[in-house]
Nanobody, 115 residues
Framework: QVQLVESGGGLVQPGGSLRLACAAS????????MGWYRQAPGKQRELVAS???????YYLDVVKGRFTISRDNAKRTVYLQMNSLKPEDTAVYYC?????????WGQGTQVTVSS
């Protein structure tokens, strides 16, 4: 069973930065895709950023230029660097990693942007 453990969430003021991390219990060298999602209270979960092994990269329009998705294979970790945070970025953030045809989800980490 693959486990994904997220960290890096917290409370930050508007304009601040956070880096979320998603550590996997197995190698991520051969993943098909990875992505970060978020879910705000009363809203549906939405895809924030993702990329595939084929090189396809996606960012939600409202985070373009502020968020960056990346990976460190040696650390088996996927990251989401979030800069210039806004109150509307407040949500629970989840990572998802796909090996073959199977998706695995992290437990979620709360990000709150407030003064």
């Amino acid at each position: 069973q693959v486990q994904l453990v997220e960290s890096g969430g917290g409370l930050v003021q508007p304009g601040g930065s956070l880096r979320l991390a998603c550590a996997a219990s197995r190698s991520i060298n051969s993943i098909y895709a990875m992505g970060w999602y978020r879910q705000a209270p009363g809203k549906q979960r939405e895809l924030v950023a993702s990329f595939t092994s084929g090189g396809s990269l996606y960012y939600l329009d409202v985070v373009k230029g502020r968020f960056t998705i990346s990976r460190d294979n040696a650390k088996r970790t996927v990251y989401l660097q979030m800069n210039s945070l806004k109150p509307e970025d407040t949500a629970v953030y989840y990572c998802k990693v796909t090996w073959g045809a199977t998706d695995y989800w992290g437990q979620g980490t709360q990000v709150t942007v407030s003064s």
